[in-house]
Each structure stands twice: as C-alpha cells, then as structure tokens.
C-alpha cells in the first residue's frame, strides 16, 4: 500500500540529551515530544474494531485500561487494579495465565487460554504544532511484534516491527496531521512462542505470564528540517602508553528527508562537561574542538561524513576509584543552503581505550588462560555483579540513581546486564560514575537454543544485536560484548554477531560467551562459571581460594578455578532481614515455610545445598526471627571469602561478577540488596571485601593479606592482629610495619598454630597510616574444626551488650549525611552491629540508604566511625531517628537532631505462665508474651529475650516487634534440681520465685 511504500526503517541512536527548538522558529532544528501520558490499553479479544477506526482520534477507549508509556501488559493491569501486585504473597500464582515454568523449561510456548495469547492494542492522542517539517515516530523495545496505525493508516507492520530489542524510527511526516490532533494505535502481539526471540528470567526473578508484552522504553515523536543527523558514532583512541593526545573519529549519517536536491553544512563542536554539581568527577574545561564539512545529498540519499580530531592533553575516562571520569559533548548541527537549521545531535562521550590479554599465568600446569582487561594501558581488577531490571520493567529513574549508589557504595567498578538490560538514564549514570558494563545476551533461553532456530531466527537475531551495538557504542562505561552466556556461539551465529561488530563498533573486545571456550572468530575467551556446574552452590571458605579440597596430608591441590569470573555467587539462599520478609508476604505466611517461600527460592538443588551448610554451621532455626539473623551472618562469612580470594590471587583471578547483584522482584535467593533496596548480609561482606585498600585473613594458608587496587603506593602501613576466645581472652597478638604498593597484593604473616582455643574464636585485623587513621578493619569468626566442618553454635552463648553512640547530622544539597561514633564500653564483644535510619521515631527503616559499614562488630572498650548518606526527599517530611541493634545487642533507638537522645521503646511483659513450685528434677514449661510498647511508626523491635535461673543464662528466643506488636515466647522441658526458691528472670522483667521441692 502507498502508506508502506513511504516507510522508512531505521534505527534511532538515543543521545544522552535532547535539544529542543520553538516550533514557531523557521530556524527549527529538532522537538522531541516525549508519548508519555493519556494512554490506553485492551485486549484484542474485547475490541472489535479494527486498527483503521482504533487509530483515528476521538475513537471511544473509555473502557479501556488507563496507561503511561513505558509499560507493559501486566504493569498497567496492576495499576489498574485489575490484576494483584504480583510482588507480594503468593499473588503471583494467582495471575491470569500463571502457570509453573521450570529453570529448564524455557522454549514454552503460552497457553491458548491465556490472555496474552492474543494482540493488545496501545493507544494514545496527542497534539501537534503546526508546520511543515519532518515528523519521525522513534520506538524502542516493542516486544514483541506490531502494527503500528497513525490517523487510520496502517505505517509498519509485523513485517518491519519485530524484535524484544530492535529501535525503530517511522517516517511519518505524511500521515501526520500538524496543527492537530493525532492518533496513535500499535496493535502488539505477544512473543507467544517458545522460539520468539524475546527475554527470559532467571533465578532470583519470575517469568511473568505476559512475558512482559508491551512497550519497554520511551516512545518519541521527532520533528527536523530537510537533513536528518542519524547514527553519530564516537572513536577514541590513545597511542598507549602517551595518554597526552587522543585520537577522534567521529562519523554521522546525513540523510535528506526531502524529494529535491539538498545543500548544506555539517558543524561539530567538542567541550568538556562540568559535572561536579551533580555528583560527578568531570571538571570541564575551556578547550573546545569545531569542525565542519559541506554536503549535498539528492533525494532521499544518505551520505556518511566523518572528521577526525586530535584532542591535546584529554581528560581521560577511568573506571570507579581508577581515577577520574572525565567526559565530553559532541554537538552536531546542520543547516541546509539556505542557512536554515535543519537537525542537531548531542552525544556524550568519555576519551578511553578499551583492551584485554590472554595471560597464562601458570605455563609449568594445563591450566585455562585468563583474560585481563586494561583500560588507559592499566590492568583492572573488575569487581561487580550481575544486574537485572525488575520483572515487569518497571520505568523508575529514581530506583535507577539508587541502584548505581548502591554499586557505588559497594565499591563495585563493573556491572554484567545478561540480557541487553538498561535504560538510557541508568547508562548515563554508569557513564557518570565509572561503572563498566559487559553486555551480551540471555541464558537458558532461545537466545542459546540455535538448533530451534531458522533463517528468520538469524535475521532477526542479528538486527537486534545490530541495534543494540549502535544504542549503547558511544558510551564509554560499555566496555565488552558477550555474544552468548553459558554456551559458546556456534560458527554460523558468530559469524554473524562478529562481523556486526566490527561494522558498527570495533572498539571493545568481544567474547563468544561468559564461559570458556575456544571459537573460530572469537579465539579464547579467557572466562568462566567455575566451579560449574557448582557455580552457584554454597561452598565453603578455603575453597573458593582456588584450591582442592584438602587431602589427608592436610595439602591442598593445585589451582582450579582462578580466571575473571562472570557469574558466580553462594547465593541460593538469601533470607533477606525481617522488614523485607515481612513486606513481602503476610503475616500468616511468615513462618512455617508454605507457597509462598517457595515461589520466591532457587528453583534448583542448590538451595539445599545452602540450606544444609546453614544449618551445620548455624544451627537450624526453630522461628523466622532468628532465621533472620543467622542469615545475614552466613551470607557475609560466605561472600566476603568468595571476593577475598579473588583478590588474594589478583590478576591470576582478573575480577568476578557475582551472581547476583540486586532482586528483580521480592525473593529469597541471590542478590546482594533486595527488592525494597536492602542490602543484607552478603552486600555487607562483598562492601568490605571490596574497599579499595584492604586487610584480610586467606583461609587456605591462615596468612594475613593486604590487597591495593588503587594506582598509588602506600607506605609505613601499620598491621595489627588479635586472636580472641569466646570469652574475649586475647590469645594471639602481632603488630609490623609495611609498604604495598599500587595494584599490588602483599601477604604479611602466616598466623602460626595457637593452642588453647575455644571451638569458635575472632580473629581483628586493622590497617592504620602512619598517623593512626584507620584504612582498613575486619572481624572473622573461625572455628577449631576443620573449614567445611565448621561449627558456629558458640555465638550463641555471647552476653547481651549496649552501645552507645554519637552523631553529626547534617544536610548537603539534596543529600542528608550522619556521621556516627559507635562505642562499645562492655568487657563483652558486640557482634554483628546493624545500623539503620527511621522516618521519625519508632518510624519504619528508611529506604535506600547509604552506609559505609553494616553488620560490623567491635572489641570491648572500642569505638569506631562510620557514616550514612541518604536523600533528605526520602524522609518524607519526617525527622531521622537513628537505630542501633545487632546480635547479642540491646536495641538503642536515637534523636538525631535532638542532642543525641535515646527514645528507645520498652517492652512489657505479660501474662506470665510459670508454676510457684516443681518437684526437683521434673520438667516444666515457662510462657510470657512481649509487647512493643511504641504507640505509633513501622519500626521492629529487635532484640534477645533471655531466659535467666538464679542471674545464668539459659537460652534465648529472638523477637522483632512493630510498635504495639506482641509476641508469646515458651522455654519447654527446663528442670532444676536443686531444691529451694530459684529467681526465674526474662529480658528486662521482674524476676518471680519458682520453689523447687
């Protein structure tokens, strides 16, 4: 038809920002209108009309479910009410069209009974100014097929617009209607098939059962003259190891819109941005780069121009804590004859050079080689995790800025998206703050089932990969290409992936997958999963040294997974704290596990595997309360081990990116903050094992280890070590003096055989300069058993500690800051140390924050100094009260802005159940029930609720009490023996007598 034979298809490249012109200027260059608002959706199935009628204005949608691009199907139903939020409870399962999808199974098709087996229509109107520009229609990540209707006329159809990750840009000037109103109807079909290239989740998120149908991204209308600036493409090159000039490439497409003859001029300019009132670290400058060529382009006709420039003395872009992250402004702008703007494009770029080697470390051994990658000429060590979207691809750009804070935060410099995940915003950011991303594609999924595949399987696949590369190329935090994840690509599919890179790309390495392997186009890739298949199994410190478990001559084997690893992580388990349990299921379902846990776990063997390492290290736990606690302190044993070996074997082991970085959606299994961005157990110890200069104790040798990625050396480093019985006796002690230098690992001191021990034990490493200030401090609890033996069950028996606490509250811009001094002036250790800020007294946990330590423990008579940022927004209103509370702590809650005072709730006890008298020697029960006694807020309560005989302690049930909240707590099977009145004592009650006779 006439409407098709005008349709052009192109890719849109998304600037970093967009310039906007008055449509009334006859010097237009460009207007985004952003299709945001006042849309709506249906089901085909409940909509007889056809696209023709759909798509004219004032066509009748006022049954329809109201929407805001982007969104999917299932987004919008939520929103609507119409379906439950699939976050919480066991709601998931009760969602039209649910049904179980196994880790496995994953070429499924949907059920014919489902209602997103059919189209859904997406429709909206908007305004036009009047004029006679070109109107361009810019559409990113439909998934998964459509038509597309404007003003009646069918403009693409699921011919052109096919694709999860394609980006399209319709020529719609003729159908448009300028100075009015327009209608736009896209009719999308579902990816229904089992071999649609679409997306597929994985553990730790759910598979929704609309397989997250709709529209992904922002949907643009774009007007422009004549000239159209399309794909601008940014090199930059460094003749290493000279970083004084940079080289510049930068090409664009010109393409004329019109059906005559056109003549113009293309002009650049280059300027380094000033960032630094945004967070940033790019400072500017005063030196700017113009160019500019004239053009002519017949009708119709694209012409790529390109300029070179020679940049004198750049700023360079540097990984996080690498160094700076200098970036620049291009600007193009072209004018037609007539001096007339006709288009511009703006694009932010950062000067870098992106490499990697194949080192084999160990010539003497087969042993695999590992890739090194190097930015500015410099060896990194990358340090990430994998990071995902949440399963309904929820579009919330503050959740974004949190995410990147708390990668920030966790001293990471790299993030994997598995999954071409990402919206141009959180780019932007990681381009901002030094964050590297390797990109590639889905696991278990058609995206790796190439037997299914065909021919139209191939194209597609590759015009989403083409779009993909051309999106993300200009930014410099993007600095790999993963063509496959778990298998290699076979010859045919990396044929095709490769030769598109190098056409649109050509900057960055490229693997043929995460794991290792060895391929025709690709060669080695240097990377792995190990110890896969046991990638994600709960393993136990020493052997994530690298080693073989320990033979019986107590010699450990030879190296066996040292490499950069992209997917690993002990985290099949991960209970996250109280608050997030309880937001995400209802009470009634807390505890005894039921459905709704298991929706929300591995869906695989591995989970047990953790579940039983818990318990044999921890102790099973008998209520949710402590399962909580207990969890964050296995996690953080756990992954702390994990990142410290790596380090310990830097560059032998170049990096890791755990698996997995954050939850998509409220579950109980790998990531390192949940859902509700709280960071748990697990975020504590990657956080520590990951700062920048670093003290650590390597369990396969018992030595103690300094690790430094930063580029300087450090100098008269003062080492100090403590090892402490249960009962803090000192047992071992050593001091040295030390020089490490830049990106440098140095092992201190073998920690000799000590005699003496109690089973569990603490082990205190400080790093301080020469002026004293603390650089570094970790705490270890170990055990006299052997590694995978270990038994924890001593930290049980810690007495009960209170701290008290000091802090500076201040507010800086947008940004709240407490700077707090925690001291612990018991003769007792205080172990495992949670702060947390509240929304007003007793208020609920505020959320996100940004702590400099959590789950900390300190020595008796110690202090230590630790911050928090958060935005001041976030608070709603309300004022910051600061809560202490930890393991064997006594939970203090304070006034920040009121002199430091403590409003603690108290608890009461009721209803005591205990007999006046027992015969000596004859079990008997005791029951009592705690009560919050706060009015008002969302805070829990937590602490130890100790049961005392005559001042000892017996044993303990842990509560976490919301304000007004009540808990009964039994002790069964207690005997006494001794005759006579015997003082019966629980947490901060009265003591009553019970008399044994």
């Known amino acids: 038809m006439k409407a098709l034979s005008k349709l052009f298809l192109y890719l849109i490249f998304t ?4 310039v906007f012109f008055s449509c009334g200027s006859s010097d237009i260059s460009r207007e985004v209108i952003v299709l945001k608002n006042y849309w709506a959706i249906q089901s085909s199935e409940k909509v007889s009309a056809e696209g023709s009628s759909i798509s004219k204005a004032g066509f009748q949608d006022s049954e329809w479910y109201t929407a805001t691009m982007p969104s999917t199907i299932l987004e919008t139903l939520v929103k609507n009410k119409a379906e439950k939020d699939p976050y919480y409870g066991n709601n998931f399962v009760e969602l039209d069209g649910y049904f179980p999808v196994s880790s496995n199974m994953y070429l499924y098709d949907l059920p014919k009974d489902s209602p997103y087996s059919v189209p859904w229509w ?28 404007l003003n009646g006329i069918l403009i693409a159809d699921t011919m052109q617009i096919e694709g999860a990750h394609r980006l399209y840009e319709l020529d719609i000037t003729e159908q448009a209607i300028q100075g009015g109103t327009n209608s736009l109807a896209l009719e999308i079909i579902p990816p229904v098939h089992g071999t649609d290239l679409s997306i597929r989740w994985m553990q730790g998120s759910r598979m929704v059962p609309d397989k997250d149908t709709g529209i992904w991204y922002d949907v643009k209308v774009v007007r422009n003259g004549k000239i159209k600036i399309r794909y601008p493409h940014i090199i930059t090159d460094l003749h290493l190891p000279d970083t004084t000039k940079a080289y510049v490439t930068i090409t664009a497409d010109l393409y004329n819109n019109s059906k005559e003859v056109v003549s113009g001029t293309l002009s650049g300019s280059i300027t380094p941005v000033d960032n630094i009132a945004e ?3 790019s400072v500017g400058g005063t030196d700017e780069y113009d160019f500019s060529k004239k053009i002519t382009l017949l009708p119709n006709e694209t012409k790529s121009v390109k300029f070179d420039i020679e940049m004198e003395n750049p700023g360079l872009w540097w990984p996080y804590m690498s160094g700076k992250q200098n970036l620049y402004d291009l600007h193009l702008e072209v004018k037609d004859g007539n001096n007339n703007h006709s288009d511009v494009n703006d694009t932010r770029f950062g000067v870098r050079k992106i490499t990697s080697t194949l080192e084999d470390f160990f010539p003497e051994e087969d042993q695999k080689l590992v890739r090194v990658f190097q930015v500015n000429g410099k060896n990194i060590f990358i340090k990430g995790g994998n990071w ?14 949190a995410e990147i804070r708390n990668i920030l935060n966790l001293n990471f410099n790299a993030i994997r998206t598995e999954g071409f995940w990402g919206n141009d915003r959180f780019f932007e950011l990681c381009d901002q703050y030094g964050i590297m991303i390797f990109d590639g594609f889905n696991c278990c999924s058609i995206w790796e089932r190439w037997d299914a595949w065909t021919d139209h399987t191939y194209k597609i696949a590759g015009l989403s990969f083409r779009d993909q590369v051309i999106r993300k190329r200009n930014h410099p935090s993007f600095v790999d290409w993963l063509l496959a994840s778990d298998s290699h690509v076979p010859f045919r599919a990396e044929k095709l992936y490769t030769d598109i890179v190098e056409k649109y790309d050509g900057t960055r390495p490229y693997q043929s997958n995460s794991m290792y392997s060895t391929t025709p186009f690709c060669g080695c890739t240097g990377l792995d999963h190990d110890p896969y298949p046991d990638t994600y199994v709960y393993l136990h410190p020493t052997t994530w040294y690298g080693m073989k478990e320990i033979n019986e001559r107590g010699e450990f084997g030879k190296f066996e997974f040292l490499e950069l690893n992209t997917e690993i992580g002990p985290g099949a388990e991960q209970i996250p704290p109280m608050e997030s349990m309880r937001a995400m299921m209802p009470k009634e379902d807390l505890w005894p596990m039921n459905k709704t846990w298991e929706i929300r776990q591995s869906s695989d063997a591995f989970s047990v595997n953790a579940t039983n390492a818990f318990n044999k290290r921890y102790g099973k736990p008998v209520d949710l309360e402590s399962y909580t606690v207990k969890a964050q302190v296995f996690q953080k044993e756990s992954y702390r081990s994990l990142v410290e070996a790596f380090r310990k074997n830097k560059y032998k082991a170049s990096g890791l990116l755990i698996y997995r970085l954050n939850a998509g959606w409220p579950s109980l299994c790998y990531f390192l903050y949940d859902y509700y961005l709280r960071p748990n157990g697990a975020y504590s110890g990657t956080q520590q094992g990951y700062e920048p200069l670093h003290i650590f104790y390597a369990y396969d040798d018992n030595s103690i280890v300094v690790a430094n990625d930063l580029y300087r050396d450090f100098k008269n480093l003062k080492v100090s070590a403590k090892i402490l019985n249960l009962d803090m006796t000192e047992k071992y002690s050593y001091t040295d003096r030390i020089d490490v230098g830049e990106d440098a690992v140095k092992s201190v001191i073998q920690i000799p055989d000590i005699q003496g021990l109690s089973q569990t034990y603490f082990l205190d490493l400080t790093l301080e300069n020469e002026n004293g200030d603390l650089l570094s401090s970790n705490f270890y609890w170990l055990s006299t ?8 069950s001593g930290l049980m028996t810690l007495p009960e500690v209170k701290l008290t606490a000091s802090a500076v509250y201040k507010e800086k811009g947008k940004n709240s800051i407490v700077k707090l001094k925690v001291t612990n002036t018991s003769d007792q250790l205080a172990f495992f140390i949670n702060p947390k800020i509240l929304k007003g007294v007793h208020g609920e946990e505020l959320l996100p924050t940004y702590w400099s330590a959590k789950y900390f423990s300190m020595l008796p008579g110690k202090s230590r100094e630790i911050d928090v940022t958060f935005d001041v927004a976030d608070l709603d209103g309300s004022e910051p009260f600061l809560m202490l509370e930890g393991w064997n702590l006594k939970p203090v809650e304070i006034d920040l802005k009121d002199a430091n005072r403590e409003v603690t709730p108290v608890l009461i006890y009721k209803d005591l159940q205990s007999p006046e008298s027992v015969e000596s020697g004859r079990e008997f029960s005791i029951s009592i029930s705690v009560i919050n006694s706060a009015k008002s807020g969302g805070a829990l309560l937590k602490s130890q ?3 005392l005989i005559n001042g000892q302690p017996v044993s ?3 509560v976490a009490l919301a304000p007004g909240e009540s808990k009964s707590l039994s002790w069964t099977s207690l005997k006494i023996n001794k005759k006579g009145a015997h003082a019966i004592k629980i947490g901060d009650m009265e003591a009553v007598n019970v008399h044994v006779r």
């Open 15 to 18: 600037t970093t920002f967009t």
């Open 122 to 149: 997406y429709r909206t109107e908007f305004e036009l100014d009047d004029g006679n520009d070109h109107l361009w229609l810019n559409l990113s990540s439909i998934n998964y097929k459509a038509n597309i209707w």
């Open 279 to 281: 967070g940033g670290s």
């Open 388 to 401: 995902t979207e949440t399963v309904m691809m929820e579009e919330d750009l503050d959740r974004n800025e």
């Open 785 to 792: 058993q052997k590694d995978v033996d270990a038994d924890f």
């Open 945 to 947: 609720q100790r049961l």
């Open 956 to 958: 303990y049930k842990r």
